[in-house]
């Protein structure tokens, strides 16, 4: 079974620019959660999708957009970057919308905006 | 009103010693709660979770938390610290008030000591 794999782990962009982080959801999960964990913070809820359409979203402006594929796995992207979106990104999947289901981590994509 | 709060940022037990990280949540429904837990440059993994079954739950490594209703409280304890869990720990809660998400705490960051 795989589990959730992020892309890049890493990354330095400049202010302004736009970025795009991918996320393999695990096997048989057609859900996917994006958060955002700012340094020394809990993380804070983006967006999720559910087969394909966005299914609820947390207080980001909408220079924070994402997708979801056929096959669940999800794009993060993020226009106009500005310095406090220096965060680590974390992609989480889930088999449905039932709030209990346990939510399978990515190791994250460390974005910092210089 | 903060919906998850952890009372500490840092906690520090000597190996061996109890440990016991605090939780309170604020909620008109009993929610379903979680501990994840962080280790450096990594994803959250989690520990347990509670979903309105029995109110003591056991989960991974040795720890389990108390759902206690009275106190809106769902604290994280194991009996003997090891090395090994130094690492951040988050509590977090999802339910009917909170959507299809997970809100989560601040964090608290365990220091075992030698």
């Known amino acids: 079974e795989t589990g959730v794999t992020q892309s890049p782990t890493h990354l330095i962009k400049t202010r302004g620019q736009q970025v795009t982080l991918r996320c393999s959801s695990q096997?048989?999960?057609?859900?996917v959660s994006w958060y955002q964990q700012a340094l020394g913070q809990g993380p804070q809820f983006i967006f999720q999708?559910?087969?394909?359409?966005?299914?609820g979203r947390g207080n980001f402006p909408p220079r924070f957009s994402g997708l979801q594929f056929p096959n669940y796995s999800s794009e993060l992207n993020v226009n106009a970057l500005e310095l406090d979106d220096s965060a680590l990104y974390l992609c989480?999947?889930?088999?449905?919308?039932?709030?209990?289901?346990?939510?399978?981590f990515g190791q994250g994509t460390r974005l910092t905006v210089v | 009103a903060q919906s998850v709060t952890q009372l500490g940022s840092h906690v520090s037990v000597s190996e061996g010693a109890l440990v016991l990280l605090r939780c309170n949540y604020s909620?008109?429904?009993?929610?379903?709660l979680f501990w994840y837990v962080q280790y450096p440059n990594q994803g959250l993994q989690l520990l347990l979770k509670?979903?309105?079954?029995?109110?003591l739950v056991k989960g991974i490594n040795g720890f389990e938390a108390e759902f206690k209703k009275s106190e809106t409280s769902f604290h994280l304890t194991k009996p003997s610290a090891h090395m090994s869990d130094a690492a951040e720990y988050f509590c977090?809660?999802?339910?009917?008030?909170?959507?299809?998400?997970?809100?989560f705490g601040a964090g608290t960051i365990l220091r075992v000591k030698s």
């Open positions: 999708y559910y087969r394909e359409e966005e299914n």
């Open positions: 509670y979903t309105s079954a029995a109110t």
């Open positions: 096997s048989g999960h057609n859900t």
């Open positions: 977090a809660v999802s339910g009917a008030e909170y959507g299809n998400k997970l809100v």
């Open positions: 989480a999947s889930s088999s449905g919308l039932t709030r209990a289901q346990e939510a399978f």
């Open positions: 909620s008109s429904v009993p929610p379903y």
